[in-house]
């Protein structure tokens, strides 16, 4: 970094005038108290809906964080790409979509659904990701998995802390009924791997989800992504290029639930949303950037989320094409 800034090299070479820039955004919408957090487990219903945390990290390093980015929130759906990955890593990439298609599904993200081969339709909705817990580290005793998946976490994020929120983890254990569906829907159309036990798998789905970090953790996870992989601030090669390729083109028509298309539309970038409010934002070869707020619109995406991406793309052309 600091060969970088003395050469003149860096990406956001006038990095304050950009936090500048975020920090007016975040306060444009400090007010914005539209949305609802969700409901359907009740553990996340608890969390306070106001809070809201921006976090910034370039793919040589630079950090920015402002509002709540040192409060811990759970990554629920955002854990779908990192495990995609986790697989490709794994089987590579025809085994894996062998249980896994790679279309949009066009309906919601816990849709009892297949496509016409009898498979969950991508990784980024709940059918998909449970599919690809079936595929990590199969035999590996559970908690074997789980720290495996948690250690990946810390290494995408360059040694952030990585916690467990394990109120949530129970709450949304007990109320998953629909994961439950799916689950044996899927089974019915023999779409998991011999062997998988359904229990265990739908189990260690809910336990990545409630996966928790900060937002400047998960910023850094973002850049990682950015930077083809490769953790800007340790230098570790977490992921291949190839794997982060396909993980990035399937967050850019599939992360943001049934607004995939319009924000790939207007915004233009690979994303990834939770239902805790979470936002996971790519830019490649320039940053990732996470936005934490609890309040969701009608279509389960945070409402201070979409809106910072849309007037960060206003502010500065991000968009791909
Ligand atoms: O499976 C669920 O319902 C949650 N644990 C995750 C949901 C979520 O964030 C939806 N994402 N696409």
Same mark, same amino acid.
């Given at each position: 970094l600091l060969a970088r800034a003395v050469t003149g090299d860096?990406?956001? +070479? %006038?990095f304050p005038s950009f936090t500048a820039d975020i920090t007016g955004i975040y306060q444009n919408l400090l007010d914005d108290r539209r949305g609802a957090v969700a409901d359907y487990i009740p553990q996340l219903k608890r969390v306070p809906p106001d809070q809201f945390a921006v976090a910034v990290c370039t793919v040589d390093g630079q950090r920015f964080s402002i509002g709540d980015a040192g409060v811990g929130f759970c990554v629920q759906s955002v854990c779908k790409p990192i495990n995609y990955s986790l697989t490709l890593e794994e089987h590579g990439a025809e085994v894996v979509h062998r249980h896994v298609g790679r279309e949009p599904s066009g309906r919601g993200f816990n849709e009892l659904s297949v496509n016409g %081969?009898? @498979? +969950?339709?991508?990784? =980024?909705?709940n059918s998909g990701a449970i599919m690809s817990c079936s595929l990590i580290?199969? %035999? @590996?005793a559970v908690a074997d998995r789980f720290d495996y998946v948690a250690d990946t976490w810390r290494a995408l994020s360059g040694g952030s802390p990585v916690g467990f929120n394990n109120a949530v983890y129970l709450s949304e254990r007990q109320t998953a009924d629909r994961n439950f569906a799916l689950g044996y829907f899927m089974r019915e159309h023999g779409a998991f791997p011999a062997g998988t036990d359904l229990i265990e798998t739908l189990e260690f789905y809910f336990q990545c989800c409630s996966i928790e970090l900060d937002a400047g953790g998960l910023a850094s996870v973002a850049a990682t992504l950015a930077n083809?992989?490769? =953790?800007? @601030?340790?230098? %570790?090669?977490?992921?291949s290029t190839e794997s982060v390729q396909k993980c990035l083109s399937l967050m850019s028509s599939c992360g943001m639930y049934d607004y995939s298309g319009e924000f790939a539309f207007t915004i233009g970038l690979p994303a990834k949303s939770g239902v805790s409010g979470a936002l996971m934002l790519v830019i490649p070869q320039v940053m990732g950037i996470a936005i934490w707020s609890p309040r969701l619109d009608a279509l389960g995406n945070s409402v201070r989320g979409i809106e910072f991406c849309r007037q960060l793309v206003e502010k500065y052309n991000f968009h791909i094409y």
């Open positions: 860096l990406v956001i +070479p %006038d %081969d009898g @498979l +969950p339709h991508n990784p =980024m909705i580290k199969p %035999d @590996l083809g992989g490769m =953790m800007p @601030l340790t230098s %570790d090669q977490v992921f």
